[in-house]
C-alpha cells in the first residue's frame, strides 16, 4: 500500500493467490467497457505472476477506478484493490511517470507532498463543541459548495472535522508516498471517535488504520436519518457509491437489503449484491486530466428499468444520469427538506 500504520494489518493474500477463475471480470467496469482481459484485476494478478512490472501494467492501473467491486467476490480473498493502489504506488516513483506528459504529474506529486508536509492541519471538530463522539469528514467536493454542505451538516446533525485528510484522500488514489508522520497525526486525531466519511477509498483505508472503529459513508449516514429516509419511494433507483460500500461489504450489504425490504425502491446491485458504478473514472479522469467519457456504467444500472426519480449517494452520479436521461435525478440530502427545520433527534449512529 502507499501508506501502513506500524500496526496495520497486512492484506489478506497477493496476488501469487489468484487461480485465474475470472468472477472479478463479472463486476469489473474495466471489463464492462473495453472487454481486454488486460484491464482487468485477474489480468493483472496473472501478469505479476509471469513477471510483470508496475510499468508494463501502466495503461490498467491507471485505468482501474478502485471502485473496490471486485474484493467481494474474490474466492481467494486477494486485497484486488490493495493491487492496485500498491502498483500505482510503485508507479509513481517511474521516471518519466507512464501516462501523462513528463512533468504533469511530478508536479502534482510535489504539491501534495508540500501541503502534507507543511500545512499546519487543527485537530477536532471545526463548527460546534463534540457532543457525541461522531465526526464527519465531508471532502473536498462537498467543501467546494457550502450551501450542500450546510444542508448536509443539518441532516447529519455531526460536528465538520477541520482535519478531514483531503490530502492523504489524494495521496492514496495517486499512490504518493504519505509522510508518516502526517499520517500519524490524522488517524490520532480520529481515535475513539465513529466517523462518517465521504471519501470511499480514505474509509477503505480507515478500516485497516483504525481496526474496531466505527464508520459509515456518507451516503449510508443520510440514509440512516428519518428526515431522508422517510422521502424515499418505492418507485426510486437508489444508487449506492460503490468504494464505501464495497470497503464495509459484509456489513452494508445487510444495511442495503434491510432499505430495500423496507421502502421497497431498487438498488444499483447485481445479482452478487455488487455496488454498481455509475461512473467507472481512472485516474486521470479522477485528477481532471482527462474528460470523463464513460457513460457504460450509468446506462447498464438503468437497463430494464423506469424509475420515477433517481437517488444517489455520490454527488457525482449526477452528472453521470443527466447525460443519458431525463429521470430526475437527486442526491440524498437534497431529500431532508429546509435544513431549518430538520429535527435535532436524527437517528443514532450504528
Not at 474509509?203 to 481496526?211: A, I, K, M, V
Not at 457513460?295 to 438503468?302: G, S
Amino acid at each position: 500500500m502507499p501508506a501502513t500504520l506500524a500496526k496495520a494489518p497486512a492484506a489478506p493474500r497477493d496476488f501469487a493467490a489468484c487461480s485465474g477463475c475470472s468472477l472479478c471480470l463479472l463486476v469489473c467496469p474495466m471489463w464492462r467497457r473495453h472487454h481486454d482481459p488486460r484491464l482487468t484485476p485477474e489480468g493483472m494478478a496473472k501478469a505479476l505472476q509471469c513477471g510483470a512490472t508496475a510499468a508494463d501494467l501502466a495503461d490498467p492501473v491507471e485505468t482501474c477506478s478502485l471502485c473496490g467491486a471486485c474484493d467481494p467476490v474474490c474466492p481467494e480473498r486477494i486485497d484486488l484493490s490493495g493491487m492496485v493502489m500498491e502498483l500505482r504506488h510503485q508507479l509513481a516513483g517511474a521516471l518519466p511517470p507512464p501516462g501523462l506528459p513528463p512533468m504533469e504529474r511530478p508536479a502534482l506529486f510535489a504539491e501534495l507532498q508540500a501541503r502534507m508536509q507543511h500545512e499546519e492541519r487543527p485537530a477536532g471538530p471545526s463548527q460546534v463543541s463534540l457532543r457525541s463522539d461522531t465526526v464527519f469528514l465531508p471532502g473536498p467536493a462537498l467543501r467546494a459548495d457550502p450551501a450542500f454542505l450546510e444542508r448536509t451538516v443539518a441532516l447529519l446533525n455531526l460536528p465538520v472535522f477541520a482535519d478531514d485528510g483531503d490530502d492523504i484522500a489524494l495521496a492514496l488514489e495517486l499512490g504518493a508516498d504519505i509522510p508518516q508522520t502526517r499520517l500519524q497525526s490524522f488517524v490520532d486525531s480520529l481515535r475513539g471517535h465513529s466517523i462518517v466519511a465521504a471519501d470511499g477509498l480514505l474509509l477503505r483505508q480507515l478500516r485497516r488504520w483504525l481496526p474496531g472503529s466505527k464508520r459509515m459513508g456518507l451516503g449510508a449516514a443520510l440514509c440512516s436519518r428519518a428526515a431522508v429516509r422517510s422521502n424515499l419511494a418505492a418507485t426510486d433507483l437508489y444508487v449506492i457509491e460503490p468504494r464505501a460500500c464495497h470497503a464495509d461489504y459484509e456489513r452494508m450489504v445487510i444495511y442495503y437489503n434491510n432499505l430495500q425490504i423496507e421502502i421497497g425502491c431498487s438498488l444499483s446491485l447485481d445479482l452478487q449484491r455488487i455496488a454498481i458504478p455509475a461512473s467507472a473514472p481512472g485516474l486521470r479522469h479522477r485528477l481532471g486530466l482527462a474528460a470523463a467519457d464513460d457513460d457504460t456504467q450509468a446506462r447498464w444500472i438503468l437497463r430494464g428499468r423506469t424509475p420515477e426519480r433517481i437517488v444517489v449517494e455520490d454527488l457525482a452520479d449526477i452528472a453521470a444520469f443527466r447525460r443519458i436521461t431525463d429521470i430526475p435525478v437527486v442526491h440524498l440530502a437534497e431529500l431532508g427538506g429546509d435544513p431549518t427545520m430538520i429535527r435535532k433527534t436524527a437517528r443514532a449512529f450504528n
